[in-house]
């Protein structure tokens, strides 16, 4: 029998989310050791290039990079998340870039020291989601009716603004129908409820703290 597969990750990484999804939708065993990334064991060190979560380990070797673990499941599992047609598969492959470069957006959102810094990142991510409202075609999922690896990218997004939306979202999803009814049925699935731990919103909430940085800089201020 083979090796029970293992996904080393962090319990907020959105990247490890994802393959946690692929990995729960296609019903595949495998164990999640989660790693403090503040101080990385050696261990870890040895076996990841970029000193990254996920990393999923397949018997001796390693993948790393949720695209390519992603990839690499679809080749080797049951029940493809990718759709059959060459051109359909290859847009929602540009949607799940899209997908990388949106939280880019929000780890600006977290990491800006200046209000302008801050305000640029709020513009951007509003620019994104707004292509995204008009890409989306009917609920439940991206693509209508299955459930897809776009799917599985967008959850773990989606989740992070349901605990940024208590401290405010800037209006980043404001007025976005399709977007709200795609929002809802991705908390509800049963693979992005085993992907995202229940101490998620407190780990996040504690987090956001910490990297604020701007917003942070303007709590100092009030309380001076
Ligand atoms: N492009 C990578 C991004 C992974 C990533 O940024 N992981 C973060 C946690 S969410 C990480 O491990 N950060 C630790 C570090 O950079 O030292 C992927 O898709 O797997």
Redesign the pocket.
């Known amino acids: 029998m083979s090796e029970k597969l293992k996904l080393i990750s962090?319990k907020?990484?959105?990247?490890?989310q994802?393959a946690v999804i692929s990995l729960t939708e296609k019903g595949v065993p495998f164990e999640r050791i989660d790693i403090d990334?503040d101080n990385?064991p050696d261990w870890f060190l040895k076996i990841?290039p970029?000193?990254?979560?996920?990393v999923l380990q397949v018997g001796d070797k390693v993948v790393?990079?949720?695209?390519?673990?992603l990839e690499y499941l679809e080749e080797t599992q049951p029940k493809p998340l990718h759709p059959k047609d060459p051109l359909t598969r290859a847009e929602h492959r540009a949607w799940m870039e899209f997908g990388?470069a949106v939280?880019a957006d929000i780890w600006g959102l977290e990491t800006a020291t200046d209000e302008a810094a801050f305000n640029v990142k709020v513009k951007q991510a509003t620019e994104k989601f707004a292509r995204l409202e008009l890409r989306l075609v009917a609920a439940p999922w991206f693509d209508g009716e299955s459930f897809s690896l776009v799917d599985a990218v967008f959850a773990p997004v989606f989740r992070y603004f349901d605990t940024f939306d208590e401290i405010g979202d800037f209006g980043i999803l404001a007025d976005k129908p399709k977007i709200a009814r795609w929002r809802k049925s991705l908390r509800e699935r049963p693979s992005v409820v085993a992907a995202v731990n229940a101490e998620y919103p407190a780990l996040l909430r504690a987090f956001m703290k910490k990297h604020r940085s701007y917003l942070s800089q303007l709590d100092q201020r009030a309380a001076a």
């Open positions: 962090h907020l990484c959105p990247y490890v994802r990334l990385k990841s970029l000193g990254k979560v996920p790393f990079e949720s695209a390519v673990i990388s939280l």
